[in-house]
């Protein structure tokens, strides 16, 4: 709904003679009392404020369309064109901006963190159509970003090939840190509290941090600044899984005041099923809350925040495997080893984690074109991996980990007619306690860890067509952690030459070390955007990152029984520096757009996991993986289309592609996504109750470029011990999948708007492994599900 | 108004500087750090005692790993070659030695006996290892737990004994509960070898 502007016009003709150089003047006037000098009003290209009265003049206005803008904190803008033809007196009245409060910064149509990179946003109504599912899946929906997947439930983004510590999660301005380091650990984070997700792909988006070498997922919650009361409710159900989710929020909005919101989200789900067989324990439940209370007055907001996450995840049965020859064993038999009826109960092995936030914030408006932030952040993850165990110990959690993480943050921004600059402080403080109540040598050590960042972002409109932005950011860093380390071990990884301060104490068959790490680090970002004839866009932005080691990267140190894989960190690691470009070249005709986006991203110490070979424990054989560091190279290209065939039909299509390179050891990185299509075609008709049909098809092609880590170990077959393959390495067959999706909107009840949505997963239930899911050693992914989803809007 | 602002912009800064150095005067001073962890449920070492029916000396196999998962190899052991034409009784336990006093895992398992099951499995030109009849060897539901193996020799042989315990094996597969690992599943909690010799 938008308010009117209302303009009263008081014209006095001089002549019908016409004058090259005019003059507008008159008074601004306003229902209020309130200070009129300051008030800024731009006519033509001419800049001028009026006077305490509100009385303005500006002279030499030429003939011809005018651009008339006026602008005051706290009232509506007055933005029209007028044709000038000779002198003119126009006043103005003001009228209280009721919606507009927060929009500071009036010349930037959309608060973009930076403007040199096309920024991916995803709307609440493509939002709301995975409520039912991850925060990794909403995002496919941004050409270039794939998920890396453990089952079904455990998604993570990946953007242009790069994931995990490399693509921060910020949730209501705050960086998740949910112990983000495992492959099986997915964002804890609620998808219905989302209601725009931004997507920048590289690290530009600096006043966030200086580490997201891969790109940020920038999530911000629902916010009303009108004085209303409204509400929703989603339910869904899914048929694979036999379950679903009700998520219900309600929002209190107000221009001065008081305003609030509430969510609540409750997801129940049983074994999934793939195409041929039941996905034995990958069953889920979560519970959610969030809320927020917000004051705003004219020159200040402040908020308090508090949201709660928890989600209890079944891992597949199937995947829990012992050694090399039961992996060798589920690779070649293609079939889970496990597979049982369908359950709702979750056994072990599973995952059972919380997150909580809390947070304060606080605006200050020195005037319409700056203001400071002030937050601080609570947040505190409880991790619980539970494993099949025996003896009294089946109930007991195999990894119990406590990550709490203060944050604070006081942010600056302020901008003129041309410019805008933003600088700010953050520190953080992390504690993470490992509970070795479990009986069991923890993954990741006790450790704190201290940051501390500070930045500067600026951007320049050189013309209505051409703005240049660039920022700089330093971060300090400092971990020290607490480790045991078995002295076999110690001296097998080599790190007594470089590292034997760090022992303070010696058990017996232990070291109890204390490695201490300092980093300082400086990312950059430069670019411009400039708009040339015939629409096209073109975007270009360089940015430089680093990221400093994980600790899982540093300490890790034995098995992983999630993957059945001995991992063996290194404390010698350095921190990662990449350097990425990126174009983006956009162009719009009437009814067909199109974007392209090629990048080229060098990390320097790029660190991943590789196989080196394997250690025989009791348990038999198991392989070995190490954190190692390469020179590595990505280079893709992301390209997005979409058509409005007619007012009916539109088409959208995307392509990703990426080719990582270890140019140190000139063969291909591993777990890079292989090329993928998207074609989605949508049928909408408003005057059939808003119905929209849509037919989507994915295709993910086999990807060949990929490191050999294939080994061999011995099985017993005929009474001889026979030396046989196992293949980690090859990738899965291409796979092509078709879905559907429809809704249509009632109003059944007064009030409500009610949308019904039908859709269909995987339509022809087709079987197929994908490459960057850990499972598919072990089972297929899921086959086809019906949903159904209830919408009302209060 | 810009001094105002400068007044301001300081404050926030001065702030900011001042919760900073809060943060970093409050650390984990650890004096009395705790313990390593104490490892309950790790197997260490192997044992299988062969004790030829009718006298004679027992061949004891033992494998020994004492640093769990980590880089030492384990240590192998067979006390002797086992004698022709003789029937031998074979009783395995479990232990965890890294426990102080070592600990007897094999009660454990015997409790959990429907969850576990032992496998033999011999190459080259060793006879097969056969589950012992004693209703000791069998869980509550009449399925094998295999502890204890009976091995029947004959004539000269050699080749490897591999002897897996298995941790919530499918005991109703295919010829899993005649001894056949092949369609057994689970997880492996152990997997031995052992080079043997009958003379």
């Known amino acids: 709904m938008s308010k009117k502007i209302h303009v009263f016009f008081w014209l006095i003709l001089f002549g019908n003679s016409i004058y090259s150089q005019n003059t507008i003047s008159g008074k601004i006037t306003c229902q209020e009392p309130i200070s009129f000098s300051g008030i800024h009003i731009h006519i033509g290209q001419k800049i001028s404020s009026s006077d305490a009265t509100g009385n303005y003049s500006i002279n030499n206005l030429p003939n011809g369309a005018t651009k008339i803008f006026i602008s005051h904190l706290g009232y509506q803008s007055i933005d029209t064109v007028i044709d000038l033809k000779s002198s003119?007196?126009?006043?103005?009245?003001?009228?209280?901006?009721?919606?507009k409060l927060h929009e500071v910064v009036i010349q930037q149509k959309n608060n973009n963190s930076t403007k040199s990179v096309a920024e991916q946003q995803i709307k609440l109504a493509t939002i709301e159509k995975y409520s039912n599912q991850t925060l990794g899946d909403v995002l496919k929906e941004v050409a270039g970003i794939s998920s890396l997947k453990t089952g079904n439930t455990v998604v993570k983004p990946i953007i242009n090939g790069l994931y995990g510590s490399r693509v921060p999660v910020i949730n209501n301005n705050v960086k998740l840190e949910d112990q983000q380091w495992g492959t099986e650990h997915a964002p804890n984070f609620d998808v219905n509290a989302a209601s725009k997700i931004t997507v920048i792909k590289g690290a530009s988006g600096l006043q966030y941090g200086g580490d997201a070498i891969g790109g940020l997922v920038i999530i911000e919650p629902l916010s009303v600044k009108k004085d209303t009361l409204f509400g929703k409710t989603i339910l869904n159900y899914d048929s694979n899984g036999k379950g679903g989710s009700v998520s219900s929020s309600i929002h209190k909005g107000n221009d001065l005041g008081w305003s609030w919101n509430a969510l609540t989200t409750l997801k129940y789900m049983g074994d999934k099923q793939a195409a041929d067989y039941a996905l034995s324990n990958t069953g889920n439940r979560e519970a959610n809350f969030s809320g927020d209370i917000k004051y705003t007055a004219k020159k200040y907001n402040a908020t308090a925040f508090y949201s709660y996450y928890k989600s209890i995840i079944g891992i597949l049965s199937a995947s829990h495997t012992g050694n090399v020859n039961d992996l060798y064993q589920s690779i070649n038999n293609k079939l889970?080893?496990?597979?049982?009826?369908?359950?709702?109960?979750?056994?072990?092995?599973?995952?059972?984690?919380?997150?909580?936030?809390?947070?304060?914030?606080?605006?200050?408006?020195?005037?319409?074109?700056?203001?400071?932030?002030?937050?601080?952040?609570?947040?505190?993850?409880?991790?619980?991996?539970?494993?099949?165990?025996?003896?009294?110990?089946?109930?007991?959690?195999?990894?119990?980990?406590?990550?709490?993480?203060?944050?604070?943050?006081?942010?600056?921004?302020?901008?003129?007619?041309?410019?805008?600059?933003?600088?700010?402080?953050?520190?953080a403080m992390q504690n993470n306690y490992a509970n070795p109540a479990t009986g069991i040598r923890p993954l990741i050590p006790n450790y704190d860890k201290i940051d501390f960042g500070a930045y500067g972002i600026a951007s320049y409109n050189f013309s209505d067509s051409f703005s240049v932005d660039g920022g700089l950011r330093y971060d300090f860093s400092k971990i020290d952690a607490t480790k045991y380390y078995q002295k076999s071990r110690w001296d097998e990884r080599g790190f007594n030459e470089k590292f034997s301060k760090f022992i303070v104490g010696d058990f017996g068959t232990q070291w109890l070390t204390k490695p201490s790490f300092t980093f300082h680090n400086i990312s950059a970002s430069a670019g411009f955007h400039k708009k040339l004839e015939n629409s096209w866009d073109i975007f270009t932005n360089l940015s430089f990152a680093s990221r400093n080691p994980n600790p899982s990267e540093f300490f890790s140190d034995g098995l992983h029984h999630s993957t059945g894989v001995i991992e063996l960190g290194d404390l010698d690691l350095d921190k990662e520096q990449s350097t990425k470009l990126s174009v983006t070249l956009q162009k719009k005709f009437n009814q067909f757009s199109f974007e392209i986006n090629p990048y080229i991203n060098h990390i320097q110490d790029y660190i991943f996991l590789k196989p080196v070979g394997f250690e025989t424990t009791i348990r038999g054989a198991f392989p070995v993986w190490e954190y190692q560091q390469t020179n590595a190279r990505l280079l893709g290209i992301d390209v997005q289309t979409h058509w409005n065939i007619n007012n009916y039909w539109q088409h959208s299509f995307s392509l990703a592609y990426v080719n990582g390179k270890d140019r140190s050891k000139n063969e291909p990185l591993i777990d890079m996504p292989p090329l993928n299509l998207n074609n989605k075609i949508r049928f909408s008709k408003k005057e059939w109750n808003q119905l929209i049909l849509e037919l989507k098809s994915e295709i993910v092609l086999q990807q060949n470029q990929y490191p050999d880590n294939n080994f061999y170990t011995n099985i017993i077959k005929d009474n001889e011990f026979e030396s046989v393959l196992v293949d980690i390495s090859t990738p899965p067959p291409a796979y092509h999948l078709l879905h559907f999706y429809s809704e249509m909107k009632f109003n059944t009840f007064k009030n409500t708007n009610t949308t019904v949505a039908f859709s269909i997963q995987n339509i022809f239930n087709v079987s197929y492994r994908d490459y960057l899911n850990r499972q598919r050693f072990f089972a297929d992914e899921i086959g086809r599900s019906f949903q159904i989803q209830l919408k009302f809007n209060y | 108004m810009k001094t105002i602002q400068k007044s301001k912009q300081f404050k926030f800064y001065a702030l900011a500087l001042v919760a900073a150095l809060t943060f970093s005067s409050c650390s984990n001073d650890d004096d009395n750090p705790a313990p390593p962890v104490n490892e309950e449920e790790l197997i260490t070492t192997v044992t299988a005692i062969y004790t030829p029916v009718g006298g004679g000396t027992?061949?004891?196999?033992?494998?020994?790993?004492?640093d769990g998962e980590g880089a030492n190899p384990p240590v192998i052991t067979v006390s002797?070659?086992?004698?022709?034409?003789?029937?031998?009784?074979?009783?395995?336990?479990?232990?965890?030695?890294?426990?102080?006093?070592?600990?007897?895992?094999?009660?454990?398992?015997?409790?959990?006996?429907?969850?576990?099951?032992?496998?033999?499995?011999?190459?080259g030109t060793l006879n097969p290892f056969t589950y012992g009849t004693a209703s000791s060897n069998f869980d509550k539901n009449g399925k094998p737990i295999g502890l204890q193996s009976v091995f029947a020799t004959t004539g000269a042989a050699s080749g490897k004994l591999t002897i897996t315990l298995r941790h919530t094996p499918n005991k109703s597969g295919a010829n899993v509960s005649a001894g056949d690992i092949t369609n057994a599943a689970g997880s492996t909690d152990a997997e031995v070898s052992f080079s043997i010799s009958v003379q």
């Open chain 2, 80 to 123: 002797s070659p086992f004698e022709k034409n003789k029937t031998y009784n074979g009783a395995v336990t479990f232990k965890n030695e890294l426990a102080n006093p070592a600990e007897d895992i094999t009660p454990e398992i015997l409790e959990e006996g429907v969850d576990h099951q032992l496998f033999y499995q011999t190459t």
């Open chain 2, 58 to 66: 027992a061949v004891t196999l033992q494998y020994k790993d004492l």
């Open chain 1, 88 to 99: 003119l007196k126009i006043d103005f009245k003001l009228k209280l901006n009721t919606t």
């Open chain 1, 336 to 427: 889970p080893s496990v597979i049982n009826n369908f359950t709702y109960n979750i056994k072990n092995p599973k995952q059972d984690v919380e997150h909580q936030i809390a947070k304060f914030n606080f605006n200050y408006y020195f005037n319409e074109s700056a203001f400071v932030s002030f937050q601080y952040a609570f947040q505190f993850n409880k991790r619980l991996e539970y494993d099949v165990r025996r003896g009294d110990y089946k109930n007991t959690a195999a990894l119990d980990l406590d990550l709490k993480t203060h944050s604070l943050n006081i942010d600056f921004k302020k901008s003129g007619h041309d410019w805008n600059f933003k600088s700010g402080l953050s520190a």
